[in-house]
């Protein structure tokens, strides 16, 4: 059963928490991008802790191995589902990450984040690719990074819906995908281009879908949340 992950992308503690006591009875996750981790991640991460919600922390690590996988050990807390990284960084660094993640978890006695790999950020065009030197098209390379992220230990990748498919077939179902770029059919697109609808992405069988500013925004977050939830069963 595929799980909504609520994008908490607004500027202030104060608008986090309220769409987190909001939404906390239905069964959903909390992203906490890196908006709010360097505007207020204190105060969220005590709130969703206080409201006894998982979360998954998108700070998409990118350094050194020893930096990346003592970041991941800081980052991991109770509640704490999802991590992730980029596969750019290497099987190194990625393995440091899942290492460092699982040893913190492991310290206080909860299970152990899933590690996601971001392959190619979706604001990457072909044109990026051949400019910053990488050979092949995106698909190619979304490929070879999510089998340099599979080989490191992660748990799966960060896609576009309309990629689950391909990936599955050929990572397999326990490869796990999650998936932005979900715009419910009457809602507007904003900057992302490769959009699909939540039943869409849950019948290529994404396994986390990535919804922010149409709830965020919406007049009623509750019954726009709500509405997704439904249309994914
Ligand atoms: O508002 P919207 O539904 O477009 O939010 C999508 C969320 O997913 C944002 O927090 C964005 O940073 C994140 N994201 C994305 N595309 C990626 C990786 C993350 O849109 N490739």
Do not use: W
């Not at 978890?105 to 984040?113: M, N, R, S, V, Y």
């Not at 990488?134 to 999510?146: D, I, K, P």
């Not at 709830?215 to 726009?224: K, M, Q, R, V």
């Amino acid at each position: 059963m595929a799980q909504l992950v609520v994008a908490l992308d607004v500027p202030s503690a104060g608008q986090a928490e309220r769409l987190v006591d909001e939404l906390y009875e239905l069964d959903v996750l909390f992203k906490v991008g890196l908006e709010a981790l360097y505007g207020y991640g204190d105060r969220i991460f005590a709130h969703m802790q206080a409201r006894d919600v998982r979360h998954f922390i998108d700070a998409k690590l990118h350094d050194i191995p020893r930096t990346a996988g003592a970041a991941a050990r800081q980052l991991v807390r109770p509640g704490t589902h999802i991590i992730n990284v980029h596969a750019i960084g290497g099987n190194d660094m990625m393995r440091a990450v899942v290492d460092g993640a699982a040893g913190r978890a492991d310290e206080l006695g909860i299970t152990a984040p899933h590690v996601f790999a971001v392959t190619v950020l979706t604001s990457i065009g072909g044109e990026d690719l051949n400019e910053l030197g990488f050979r092949g098209g995106l698909g190619e390379n979304s490929m070879r990074l999510s089998a340099l992220a599979r080989d490191a230990g992660c748990s799966g990748v960060i896609c576009s819906a309309h990629e689950v498919r391909d990936l599955k077939r050929y990572f397999g179902e326990d490869f796990l995908t999650l998936t932005p770029g979900i715009r419910p059919t009457g809602t507007v697109h904003g900057d992302q281009k490769r959009v699909t609808t939540p039943a869409e992405a849950v019948a290529a069988g994404a396994d986390y879908l990535v919804v922010g500013r149409p709830i965020t925004e919406a007049s009623e977050p509750l019954a726009a949340a709500k509405a997704i939830l439904e249309e994914m069963r």
